[in-house]
């Protein structure tokens, strides 16, 4: 229906969708902001804003989509930075983000001491804004924010992140604006860590993936390279693998990966553009209570900046510069 018939059968927009905001109250997660989303059409999802406007819960149809580890959705105060303290604070969810300057592995580089997979989950947003409104007959769910990773006499970076949907349709459209506010050359590498769960991910799952190349990280994952697309029952004992694809898009950059579960009847695709994000980690985990698949793009090889630097590939912003990565999740029925 159009906006103006739509209206005469709602007193309120909450009645067809919401964007709800609330603090979380307990345990690890005290005081900490979140946004609920709801499409009205099947697909909700939670948005921290203390989390670098990352999204912890996700569903769809009532079913839910994610991972979440033991510490569930966490306040950044409890970071833990050294090595891989990282872990400790880390709650999974739809997305979680690592970088700005680095992520991958613990390493020094440049005289700073590096733990796991960045600073940029911990850090809160500020400027948070709520912007849903009518444009035409769609009335779009937004909120917006601004992150700064940057330090007195250190690199300084600044995201601008969006995340949006439209009301009865099942897409998140994440767009972020990465910009070197400093004035010197920083580092920019960023990791899009995107975990799926059960009842999504189990046995009848299939990840859906047409790369270039795909590698193993290492002897695990060598072992598994053959059957990186299927997966099993959780296992007592399991060694996670990890997988490095290259990918390949159409010719405008575009490219789709997806979680497929028949059995389910639902489709999980992730959009991006291999101009801004040409590489994509898969994280392979099928052990008890640590039962996940990790879809990571990625604008760099999952390696520590030491190494990158090394291998004279480490990305660089210069002052001024910016760059923009935009991701779609969608959600389909399938039968």
Same mark, same amino acid.
Request: hydrophobic residues 35%.
């Given at each position: 229906?159009?906006?103006?018939?739509?209206?005469?059968?709602?007193?309120?927009?909450?009645?067809?969708?919401?964007?709800?905001?609330?603090?979380?109250?307990?345990?690890?997660?005290?005081?900490?902001?979140?946004?609920?989303?709801?499409?009205?059409?099947?697909?909700?999802?939670?948005?921290?804003?203390?989390?670098?406007?990352?999204?912890?819960?996700?569903?769809?149809?009532?079913?839910?989509?994610?991972? /979440? #580890?033991?510490? !569930?959705? $966490? @306040?950044?105060?409890?970071?833990?930075? &050294?090595?891989?303290?990282? *872990?400790?604070?880390?709650?999974?969810?739809? /997305? #979680?983000?690592? !970088?700005? $300057? @680095?992520?991958?592995?613990?390493?020094? &580089?440049?005289?700073?001491? *590096?733990?796991?997979?960045?600073?940029?989950?911990?850090?809160?947003?500020?400027?948070?804004?709520?912007?849903?409104?009518?444009?035409?007959?769609?009335?779009?769910?937004?909120?917006?924010?601004i992150v700064e990773e940057g330090f007195l006499f250190g690199k300084k970076l600044r995201m601008e992140r969006e995340i949006s949907s439209i009301q009865g349709q099942n897409k998140i459209l994440i767009t972020d604006?990465?910009?070197?506010?400093?004035?010197?050359?920083?580092?920019?590498?960023?990791?899009?860590?995107?975990?799926?769960?059960?009842?999504?991910?189990?046995?009848?799952?299939?990840?859906?993936?047409?790369?270039?190349?795909?590698?193993?990280?290492?002897?695990?994952?060598?072992?598994?390279?053959?059957?990186?697309?299927?997966?099993?029952?959780?296992?007592?004992?399991?060694?996670?693998?990890?997988?490095?694809?290259?990918?390949?898009?159409?010719?405008?950059?575009?490219?789709?990966?997806?979680?497929?579960?028949?059995?389910?009847?639902?489709?999980?695709?992730?959009?991006?553009?291999?101009?801004?994000?040409?590489?994509?980690?898969?994280?392979?985990?099928?052990?008890?209570?640590?039962?996940?698949?990790?879809?990571?793009?990625?604008?760099?090889?999952?390696?520590?900046?030491?190494?990158?630097?090394?291998?004279?590939?480490?990305?660089?912003?210069?002052?001024?510069?910016?760059?923009?990565?935009?991701?779609?999740?969608?959600?389909?029925?399938?039968?």
């Amino acid at each position: 229906m159009d906006k103006s018939k739509t209206l005469k059968y709602i007193g309120n927009i909450s009645q067809i969708g919401t964007c709800r905001h609330y603090t979380l109250s307990d345990g690890w997660a005290r005081g900490m902001r979140a946004t609920d989303i709801n499409t009205g059409s099947g697909l909700q999802y939670t948005v921290l804003p203390d989390r670098g406007m990352d999204i912890s819960l996700a569903s769809f149809n009532g079913k839910n989509l994610v991972y /979440l #580890t033991c510490n !569930g959705e $966490t @306040h950044p105060a409890y970071y833990e930075h &050294d090595n891989i303290g990282w *872990l400790r604070t880390f709650a999974g969810g739809l /997305l #979680t983000t690592c !970088g700005l $300057t @680095h992520f991958g592995s613990p390493s020094t &580089d440049d005289g700073e001491e *590096l733990g796991l997979h960045g600073r940029y989950s911990t850090i809160p947003v500020k400027q948070f804004a709520d912007v849903s409104q009518w444009i035409g007959d769609e009335y779009h769910f937004k909120v917006r924010g601004i992150v700064e990773e940057g330090f007195l006499f250190g690199k300084k970076l600044r995201m601008e992140r969006e995340i949006s949907s439209i009301q009865g349709q099942n897409k998140i459209l994440i767009t972020d604006k990465v910009t070197n506010f400093g004035n010197v050359a920083s580092p920019y590498t960023i990791l899009y860590h995107m975990n799926l769960g059960y009842p999504l991910l189990s046995e009848e799952a299939e990840f859906v993936i047409d790369p270039l190349e795909s590698k193993p990280r290492d002897k695990d994952a060598a072992v598994g390279i053959a059957e990186f697309r299927n997966f099993i029952e959780p296992q007592p004992t399991y060694n996670e693998q990890v997988f490095f694809h290259t990918m390949k898009g159409n010719t405008n950059g575009k490219t789709e990966v997806a979680l497929r579960n028949k059995k389910m009847g639902v489709e999980l695709k992730i959009n991006f553009n291999i101009n801004q994000l040409p590489y994509l980690t898969q994280w392979k985990m099928m052990g008890y209570g640590e039962y996940v698949l990790g879809i990571e793009p990625c604008n760099i090889p999952c390696k520590s900046r030491k190494t990158l630097r090394e291998e004279n590939i480490l990305p660089m912003l210069q002052p001024g510069e910016s760059t923009t990565n935009i991701i779609e999740v969608s959600l389909n029925e399938i039968f």
